[in-house]
């Protein structure tokens, strides 16, 4: 099978897909394989350099993708996407709400109010205004599937900063919120509750404190961490139609750590 006949015969042919945190890790990861899957991707996070470069190696493939610079902090940005999706593609149908950002190795009363203030407002805020924006285009269009990144963290407490415990478990939260108010009217709306993957987050941790990498795949059943990609494999699920009775969900994709 070759690509054009691939993305034609794809889980998200026809499908417009729009992906938070996109400029790598499992935000990249996913915008390639929903563009290779057929989906126009509408690609957004921060930066807008290596934004713009991926949405053109994806064009240069024989996707379709395009690249909109933001934080999803703020709602005028993230308004500002959902917009340029149905402006671009004439409507948008799917959501990967992936971007994310918190702390390992502090203890919570050594916390500073500004790095609660951060991870509650990327984590939280993010999601939540990526939900108001992206939920009435969705309802216009008459259907709809949200897939939001959780974490283990949202499950248990992993040894990650308190805040990031906190925002993930709400993101859970409302994950289940939304698939209830929507579920009903078209949306499906599931939540991955992500194991340790390799990105440049988790990277970044395991520098500054080298012995999380230890830590991080001590309590799975499989001792590695995961690749993007196989994130991105679960999301893609997710958003297809082939997860069509999938709703509320927190998919466990965590080598086993919550099954333990």
Request: hydrophobic share 50%; glycine share 10%; with cysteine.
């Amino acid at each position: 099978m070759n690509e054009n006949t691939r993305r034609a015969s794809g889980l998200l042919s026809g499908r417009v897909a729009m992906i938070t945190g996109a400029s790598s890790g499992i935000g990249a990861a996913a915008a390639r394989l929903f563009a290779a899957e057929g989906a126009a991707v509408v690609l957004m996070a921060r930066r807008g350099t290596q934004l713009k470069d991926l949405a053109t190696q994806i064009e240069a493939e024989g996707g379709r993708a395009l690249a909109v610079p933001g934080d999803v902090a703020r709602s005028e940005d993230v308004r500002h996407a959902v917009n340029a999706a149905v402006e671009a593609y004439g409507h948008l149908d799917v959501a990967f709400n992936n971007a994310g950002w918190g702390t390992a190795g502090t203890d919570l009363h050594e916390t500073e109010d500004a790095v609660f203030d951060q991870v509650m407002d990327v984590n939280v805020r993010g999601v939540w205004n990526c939900l108001r924006h992206q939920v009435p285009a969705m309802l216009a269009h008459g259907f709809g599937s949200i897939v939001n990144t959780a974490s283990t963290a949202g499950v248990v407490a992993t040894g990650a900063g308190a805040p990031y415990v906190a925002a993930k478990h709400a993101v859970i939260g409302m994950t289940k919120a939304a698939a209830a108010e929507y579920g009903e009217r078209g949306i499906r709306v599931n939540s991955l509750v992500v194991g340790c993957t390799r990105t440049e987050l988790i990277e970044g941790a395991i520098a500054e404190h080298p012995h999380l990498e230890q830590a991080f795949v001590a309590r799975q059943i499989q001792k590695r961490m995961a690749e993007p990609d196989e994130v991105a494999q679960a999301a893609l699920w997710l958003a297809s139609s082939r997860a069509s009775f999938v709703m509320g969900a927190a998919l466990a994709v965590d080598g086993g750590l919550t099954a333990v």
